[in-house]
């Protein structure tokens, strides 16, 4: 079993690994579990996930990105050191050929980072490549045709919205407005509206069970949530409905729509034409909110379409530039 090459969407909230000829093989949350007075690492992924806002005072579990770029180097080598031992085996007799997706709004200094830390974890080249690129690559989007795409990219950490055509980004930008700030928007909303403290997992559950982009009539959709009440300081249930998570959720959306209106307005006008035509591709974890589509639609005026298997299309983009490296190296490699 030789892998010789792998794909890594190393995202803020979950890290994505692909082989190519065999998918994705691994999906595991991107957190980490340290032990505090030695700074081992005693889990990473779905373990480590299992312990946040549950460690003793020994333990911390964290997200070593933040915003999409590393914020704690040494967590992150040991974290992609796993992944990549995980999908290749303890045994190898070859180091692998690395792809990382990083956002389109990455410094020279954030992505040397990545570079290493990958070449450090036991890769044999590390390459680099901007997200919304990847996104579009693993979304079936031709880009390498002298056409425009545009391709809003909604992650944990970032939103990056590009418009790519002939291979390479023509105008694009990238906001730190995404699935994280969502979440916390929703608990800071519990906390002033019920006086109710919920964990960051309560948070992330309520935007995936009744979270919608813009207001629904739909009764139904509303839940019980449980957490700490900050007068009383004791258990306490409440009930929220989906238009409150709405109302919740709304200045942050704000901010991921003004981002598509500004890329589209410094998109040339022969390639505007072409996004009317086409429609924007919404892909990333952001793209499973209820709703998201039609929030563009009526912000823009333009369709939006909703990315077969959003989830996957930067970890299925990786996989196939790993696999086609001379059609796209010209315009989208960075490699140490």
Partial sequence: MFIR?????LGTANTLVFVPKKGVVINEPSVVAVTRDENKVLAVGVEAREMIGR?????????PLRDGVIADYRVTEAMLRYFINKATGSFRLFRPEVMVSVPAGVTSTE??????????????????VKEP?????????????????M????????????????GGIVAATSVKVAGNRLDQAISDYIKKSYNLAIGDRTAEDIKIQIGSAIPVDDDKLKMEIKGRDLMTGLPKTVEIHSSEVTIAISDELDEIIRAIKNVLHDTP????ADIMNKGIVVAGGGALLRNIDKLVFQETGVQAHIAEEPLLCVAKGTGIALEHLDVYKRSIMSKR
């Fill in 5 to 9: 090459k792998i794909g890594i969407d």
């Fill in 269 to 272: 006008p022969e390639l505007s």
């Fill in 151 to 166: 391709v809003v990219d909604i992650g944990g950490g970032t939103s990056d919205i590009a418009v790519i055509s002939l």
């Fill in 55 to 63: 460690t003793p005072d020994t333990i911390v579990a964290y997200r």
């Fill in 133 to 149: 690129v990847l996104s579009a690559i693993g979304a079936g989007i031709p880009i390498n045709e002298p056409s425009g795409h």
């Fill in 111 to 128: 992505r040397r980072a990545v570079v290493e830390a990958t070449m450090q974890a036991g890769a044999k080249a590390a390459y680099v």
